[in-house]
Structure formats: structure tokens, C-alpha cells
């Protein structure tokens, strides 16, 4: 009496298809392993540029000083707080400038106020001062700035804003008008330099927050995406 015997595949030992698959898959030189390796140096990089640069930036912002004996034609502050207000006016009285602009003041602050809170002698207020309520936000001083200097015939002015605020303002305000030179004149509210200032959660997230702005700008120049113009009434220089 004959057994049948099972019949073997044609010359397969080996395991399933399925697992076979996974195997190459996920083999040493397969093409996901390669694509894995590479996306996890090219975050890793990308991790530690941005980490860089923040460093840089913080770096850089910290050793800002303002000059001394400093001689323009004219000064603008960027607002965002008195105190660089204060210091604008302090420099008008100097001689530092023949002019004051104040941009992107809120259009619900007169002109008296400015003058009562910064002490300043009303002649040389209403002589010397001119107040811009058109800019909205950073762009929109350096749109607003620009207009004021060219109006005027200016050619070397001084920028008042607090230090952190200076790398963005400059490169917004050079954006605009690659002519004009532009002084920066930081307002220092502390020391950085002399304080563990990452040690300070209101000082980091300004920092950091600072340092998204500046690479945000700097990437849309790159890339070439048109902003909007920062004004309330649209309008650009």
C-alpha cells in the first residue's frame, strides 16, 4: 500500500513572505533604514543651528552699549515702552539730533501727554518733535520711519529701542531704505551681561521670542513672500 508523501515547494526553506519582507525592510542597508538615518542628522542639525544662532543672538544683544558722543541728523524711537521715549527726548535735548520721530504711537495719546511725561520744554517740543500713528508693528515703524526720512532730506539717523528689539528694527528699517545710515542706540533696561538673564523666565521668553521674529523676517526675505505693510493706512513708502 503506497503513502503519499507532501510535496515540497520549489526549493523554498525559507519564512513567510511576509516576514521575509520586513526583514529587507528593515535591513542595515535597506532604503527606509538609510531615510531614517538621515532625517534624524538632518533634525539634529537643524536642532542645534537654531540653538546656535539663539545663542548668537542672545550673545550679540547682551554686548549691546549705546555710543557715546554720538552726532546725527536725526533720531527715531521705535514705541513699545516710555522709558525709550525718555531716552529719545534725553538725546534731542543733547544735540544728539535736529529731530525727534516717534513711531507708531497709539492713536489715542496726544501730543501733550508725550511732552508732560517726558518733561520736555515745550519749545523745544513743538519745534522739534513729530509723532507717527500709522505704524502698527515693527515693519510698519521701519515703512513709517522711511516716509518721515526722506520727507525731511535725513541721511544719518539714530534708532531708540531696547536692546533686544535693535537686530530686527535694523533689519527692517535697512530693508526699506538701504541709503539711509542708521545708528542703533539700545536702550538697556539691565545689565545682561552681568546677570543670569536665561536664569529669568520673563527675560528668556523675551529673548526667544525676539530671536523667532528675526529669523521669521530674515526667512520671508529669503524665500521672497511679500509682507504686509504695517500701517493702518496700507499705504507703503
Excluded at 27 to 36: F, N, Y
Excluded at 144 to 153: F, K, P, S, T
Excluded at 192 to 207: E, G, I, N, S
Aim: with cysteine; glycine share 8%; proline share 5%.
Amino acid at each position: 500500500m503506497s503513502t503519499t508523501r507532501p510535496i515540497k515547494g520549489n526549493g523554498s526553506t525559507g519564512a513567510p513572505p511576509r516576514r521575509g519582507m520586513s526583514r529587507q525592510l528593515f535591513s542595515r542597508r535597506s532604503w527606509l533604514r538609510r531615510a531614517v538615518r538621515r532625517l534624524i542628522m538632518v533634525s539634529f542639525l537643524l536642532v542645534a543651528g537654531v540653538f546656535g544662532g539663539f545663542l548668537w543672538f542672545a550673545d550679540s544683544v547682551a554686548s549691546l552699549k549705546p555710543p557715546e558722543g554720538v552726532k546725527a541728523d536725526a533720531i527715531v524711537v521705535l514705541t513699545g515702552g516710555y522709558q525709550r521715549i525718555d531716552q529719545a527726548m534725553g538725546l534731542l535735548r543733547d544735540g544728539a539730533g535736529k529731530r525727534l520721530l516717534i513711531s507708531g504711537a497709539h492713536p489715542s495719546t496726544t501730543p501733550a501727554q508725550i511732552r508732560k511725561m517726558t518733561q520736555t520744554p515745550s519749545d523745544l517740543f513743538s519745534c522739534c518733535v513729530d509723532i507717527g500713528y500709522d505704524a502698527l508693528d515693527t515693519t510698519g515703524n521701519a515703512n513709517e520711519i522711511a516716509r518721515w526720512i526722506h520727507d525731511n532730506g535725513f541721511t544719518v539717523v539714530l534708532v531708540v529701542t531696547n536692546n533686544y528689539h535693535i537686530p530686527r528694527s535694523l533689519h527692517e528699517l535697512r530693508r526699506v531704505d538701504a541709503v539711509t545710515q542708521f545708528i542703533p542706540y539700545p536702550v538697556v533696561n539691565s545689565d545682561l551681561t552681568r546677570k543670569a538673564w536665561f536664569a529669568d523666565p520673563d527675560v528668556l521668553r523675551t529673548m526667544m521670542s525676539e530671536y523667532v521674529k528675526v529669523v521669521v523676517a530674515n526667512a520671508r526675505d529669503w524665500i521672497g513672500i511679500e509682507r504686509p505693510s504695517g500701517l493702518r493706512t496700507g499705504d507703503k513708502v
